[in-house]
């Protein structure tokens, strides 16, 4: 885990004291200290326990996003709320957020090495919560401000993969079957291929996804536009009836388990790919050519009109995928 690194030096900027907390703090997070950590007096955790609360209460009351993001934000300000606590910020409540508290927050995690995209999840997480509690103005709209670097988005290279039959044939559950070849056909996440209602979603020339089965909670349409993809539509529906493809006896996190078992259990790996793939098919069909990432033409060498017709396809692709900005299919795609 990211927060169990060994703790680097850290940078000359902070003060004394802060960071000799923060090296405290370091040391507290490994594994070999957890194990030797015994339990404190509870009245020295009252305090903290309150903002560990009201957060969570927080979250509850502001279902943003989905449930993977409501979840991973809980998560994510609880650990904030502990963090602050061994860094000695005592008696906060939810609504005492102040600069100094992200800048130690901040500065804390920058020490750990914790990759750019943990970074960029944490701080809008943050923002999240000042937002909440009518403090939007206190953090930098822009990362840079916290001189965190800007993602890689864009390698060149495909991380694109196929349903090998052969495999999909080695997954006995019928469920996880189902969500694996509505990945590769339709592009869908493995939440949405899980929680979808296919007779709900079925509109004849298009599938579409309802926001509480979607990242980021944003309902979207995808073209149903070949013979396969009509096949397993009714295939599915006749399946599932106006159920989902999480069973009836399971929640959706057993479901995802049992989907990720099976998967292992195939040889099958990095299921992601199959969005990749989808993506390249789709700017394939749409522009007569192969993307950068399979070996086309880059943006540099394409000719004005080849250039316009790539932006268009290119939005196109990533209203499909759910996405709201073009930048992100260069990820699938290439630049």
């Known amino acids: ?102 800048d130690a927050l901040v500065a804390l995690w920058m020490s750990q090495g914790l990759s750019t995209g943990t970074l960029k999840n944490r701080l809008a997480h943050l923002r999240w919560w000042a937002e909440k509690t009518g403090k939007a103005n206190l953090m930098a709209r822009s990362n840079d401000a916290y001189g965190i670097p800007d993602r890689v988005y864009v390698t060149n290279v495909s991380k694109a993969k196929d349903l090998v039959p052969e495999q999909l044939a080695r997954v006995s559950d019928p469920c996880s079957r189902y969500s694996l070849r509505l990945e590769a056909e339709f592009g869908l996440r493995l939440e949405e291929s899980q929680k979808i209602r296919m007779a709900w979603a ?37 399946f599932a009836g106006k159920g989902s493809l999480i069973p009836a006896d399971m929640t959706y996190k057993q479901q995802r388990e049992r989907f990720k078992s099976q998967c292992r259990a195939a040889g099958i790996h990095g299921v ?51 996405h709201g900005r073009e930048q992100v299919v260069a990820v699938y795609l290439g630049r």
């Open 202 to 238: 079925d509109r004849g020339d298009r599938l579409v996804l309802k926001d509480s089965w979607t990242k980021g909670g944003r309902e979207r349409e995808i073209p149903i536009l070949t013979a396969e993809q009509r096949a397993l539509v009714d295939e599915i529906k006749a």
């Open 1 to 102: 885990m990211d927060d169990e690194r060994e703790p680097k030096p850290l940078a000359g900027s902070l003060s004394d004291s802060l960071a000799a907390q923060i090296e405290a703090l370091l040391k507290t997070v490994t594994p070999k200290a957890r194990a030797k950590r015994r339990p404190g007096k509870k009245s020295k955790g009252k305090r903290m326990r309150k903002l560990n609360y009201e957060l969570r209460q927080l979250c509850l009351r502001n279902r943003d996003g989905s449930f993977a993001t409501q979840a991973d934000r809980q998560r994510c300000l609880d650990l904030c709320a502990k963090q602050l606590n061994a860094l000695g910020f005592k008696h906060m409540s939810v609504s005492s957020l102040k600069q100094k508290h992200i």
């Open 272 to 322: 992601h790919g199959h969005r990749h793939q989808y993506a390249q098919r789709r700017y394939r069909e749409k522009t007569g050519w192969d993307c950068p990432c399979c070996g086309g033409p880059k943006s540099k060498d394409l000719t004005p009109a080849q250039k316009a017709l790539d932006r268009e396809v290119r939005l196109l692709i990533s209203r499909e995928m759910g």
